[in-house]
């Protein structure tokens, strides 16, 4: 429980220096939030592209993580293990370290992709990686 609710709760009305600075917080909070949305974006924009895809498909929730799946080589039909607790992390894991190999990347460049995507996915698309994609998943979809 926080000062402003508990002196809400005994009647007394909060302080306005304390309401001021709890403003001023969330709305630097939420300006970080939003820089860091951004980059992430533009970096999954970037590298959408370098990959053949188009790049506003980073903006559309679902279908990013089946352009995702498409550019790491997976099946398609591992969206739906995204939606299972527990397991969504280890395909994401998975998908991340498909994308780095399919770039040239090693390993730990893939872990990065997982665990600090803010940072990595702008390294990969504004950076020089190429897109040379491995041999494609079976059942991925019809060969060309």
């Known amino acids: 429980m926080n ?7 005994l009647g007394q009305q909060p302080d306005a220096a304390v309401t001021a600075a709890g403003g001023i917080a969330g709305a630097v909070f ?7 949305l951004v980059v992430v974006i533009a970096g999954l924009w970037k590298t959408f ?9 980073a903006l559309i929730p679902i279908y ?12 398609i039909w591992w969206l739906l293990l995204y939606f299972i607790p527990f397991v969504n992390v ?5 998908v991340s370290l498909a994308v780095a190999e399919n770039f040239g990347k090693d390993v730990l460049f893939g872990l990065g992709l997982s665990f600090l995507a803010f940072i990595f996915f702008p390294i990969l698309g504004f950076g020089d ?13 019809p060969a060309v």
Do not use: D, T
């Open 64 to 75: 990013n993580m089946v352009i995702l799946l498409e550019i790491a080589g997976k099946p």
């Open 90 to 94: 280890v395909v994401h894991i998975l």
């Open 30 to 36: 939420m300006l970080v939030w939003l820089a860091l």
């Open 129 to 141: 990686a190429v897109y040379r994609p491995r041999s494609p998943a079976v059942g991925s979809g």
């Open 49 to 57: 592209e370098k990959a053949g895809k188009p790049g506003w498909a």
């Open 3 to 9: 000062v402003m609710n508990f002196q809400m709760l």
